[in-house]
């Protein structure tokens, strides 16, 4: 049987080991699962959800929304979050592309969602979960049996389907297999070499893959205890990690723990492995966090459609600024983004990657599937990174973030290094906006260190010395922060909007 619930099912060695604990005092254990997934399942299906249905779901993070995913993968159903942030009228996109059988909502939206439903003449049944275990679906399950027979599924049978952040256009529904989450988990906890002694802090959002799948999936197939919290806090962070190994993050987590001044050895002594993805880590956050506790943070690499591609060794050298090697059974390779040709070692090209971590295609949208394949099955990333001598993959940004200005590729992650070395600037985004002699213009945006001052002119003026011209900012904008979204990554298309009649364009 190759339903992902079973193989973790199957990988219980201990029903009396704790699976997780929330702050208030909530525990689950491993023997707990079975019987409250079984609730939750047999509630699904109540509800009229069958093997191969959608089950949309868009609540507050909670132990029994965690339940609830694997609830819903257990009755072989498709799971699909939703990130809690949209509105009620992006919902409409997401409930008319994946045509769900069943919305799980927010108790406090309940009865809008189920008008929206009606209106939009969905055959979506409506039911809610709240953050203290409330709401119809919890009542639901509360009354349902407590034994379920779990619905055999084939290793490439669809698990979930996430959608894209969508930063261009609309966002797609990757489709991950069971098959895909089991893998790229089991990779995982042998490469990062969780046990069942591990305890893992969890401060990501459930509705990403970072917190659903590499966090969740990895913690279950290891055995191993969470601290659920509902977000991030660094205080509560410092004040658990006593009683933790392991901490999962995105590069903003670790730019909070350096501010606070609790930070140090002693206070990580029972710490042993702080990761970080989803989002670029400075090499300077990585040497100061480094600095201060004397460990390197293990960055890896990876994305919603193919789950973890890279990561630094655990043991052996993690290098700053790099998300390490290809995992054990990822192929990646760099290739020429217009002829696919491979590219010399060293030289940046588009990152493709092939393996059984990656997803089956988008939902619905068999173009966009074969247009981001090659023929011989590797998946065309968009993100820009070469490998070094060394075999590790250095990531320089997203395809669509490349300027290209008076016909030169200007990779904004090279200009981004050589501003964020200025003393005085704590970071900087670099775009391209519309200009009428170069095509695009090269725009910085900077963030300063509180109290420091620096002017276009000083900025631009050491940018002379290390970087050829074209690639120099052509204006420098000083803001007191960067637009990002959840997951920490900057929101480039936003400044691109924001700054886009900078040069008389429009
Ligand atoms: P998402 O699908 O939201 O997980 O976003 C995936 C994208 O995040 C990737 O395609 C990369 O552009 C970026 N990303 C993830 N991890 C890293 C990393 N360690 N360094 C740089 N970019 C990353």
């Known amino acids: 049987m190759t ?40 509630a699904l299906v109540g509800l009229g959800v069958a093997p191969g249905d959608r089950v949309a779901v868009q609540v507050e993070k909670s132990p029994e929304a965690l339940i609830l995913y694997l609830a819903a993968v ?34 406090e939206t309940g009865a809008a969602l189920a008008e929206l439903v009606a209106r939009t003449g969905s055959k979506a049944a409506v039911a809610t979960l709240g953050q203290k275990a409330d709401g119809s679906l919890a009542e639901a399950a509360s009354e349902a049996p407590s034994t379920f027979a779990t619905v055999a599924r084939g290793d490439n049978d669809l698990a979930a389907i996430l959608y894209t952040s969508g930063t261009t256009g609309r966002s797609k529904g990757a489709m991950l297999t069971h098959n895909n989450l089991a893998s790229n988990a089991l990779t995982l906890v042998d490469v990062w070499r969780f046990t069942s002694s591990d305890v893992l802090l969890h401060a990501l959002p459930i509705y990403h893959t970072h917190g659903l799948f590499v966090a969740t999936n990895t913690i279950l197939f290891s055995g191993a205890s969470m601290i659920f919290l509902s977000k991030f806090d660094a205080d509560e962070i410092m004040r658990l990690m006593p009683r933790a190994t392991s901490l999962m993050g ?29 989002a670029p880590l400075l090499a300077e956050t990585h040497r100061a966090f480094a600095e201060r506790t004397g460990k390197p943070i293990l960055e ?68 966009k599937t074969k ?15 070469k490998i070094d001598e060394r075999g590790y993959v250095h990531i ?22 050589e501003i964020d070395g200025i003393p005085g600037v704590m970071e900087s985004a670099v775009i391209g906006v519309p200009h009428a002699d170069f095509g695009e213009g090269v725009t910085a945006v900077v963030v300063l260190e509180k109290g420091a001052t620096l002017d276009e002119a000083t900025v631009v003026a050491r940018l002379s010395k290390t970087l050829a011209k074209f690639k120099q900012p052509k204006k420098v904008i000083f803001v007191d922060d960067l637009p990002r979204n959840a997951m920490g990554k900057v929101q480039k298309n936003v400044l691109r909007e924001t700054y886009k009649g900078l040069y008389g364009g429009s």
């Open 74 to 107: 257990r009755a072989g159903a498709v799971f699909l979050p939703l990130n809690t942030a949209y509105t009620l009228s992006e919902l409409e996109y997401f409930i008319g592309d994946a045509e769900p059988s069943l919305i799980v909502g927010r108790p």
């Open 396 to 417: 320089v940004g997203r395809g669509k973030d490349l300027v290209i200005s008076g016909g030169f590729n200007v990779y904004p992650k090279e200009v981004e290094t």
């Open 300 to 367: 890896r690499y990876g994305m919603t459609e193919t789950n973890m591609n890279t990561s630094n060794p655990y043991d052996g050298d993690r290098v700053a600024g790099t998300v390490g090697f290809p995992l054990p059974g990822v192929s990646l390779r760099v290739a020429d983004p217009e002829t696919a040709a491979p590219i010399p070692e060293g030289e940046i090209g588009v990152i493709e990657v092939k393996g059984p971590n990656v997803f089956a295609g988008y939902w619905r949208n068999p173009e």
């Open 3 to 42: 339903n992902l619930y079973a193989r973790i099912a199957d990988a219980i060695k201990n029903p009396a080991q704790l699976f997780l604990e929330t702050t208030a005092g909530q525990r689950i254990t491993y023997g707990d699962l079975d019987g409250l997934t079984a609730r939750y399942a047999n």
């Open 371 to 385: 247009a981001e394949f090659r023929d011989d099955g590797f998946f065309i990333t968009g993100d820009l990174g």
């Open 250 to 278: 995105v590069p903003t987590f670790y730019v909070r723990l350096i501010q606070h001044p609790g930070l140090t050895r002693e206070a990580t002594a029972h710490m042993r492995l702080f990761v970080s993805g989803s």
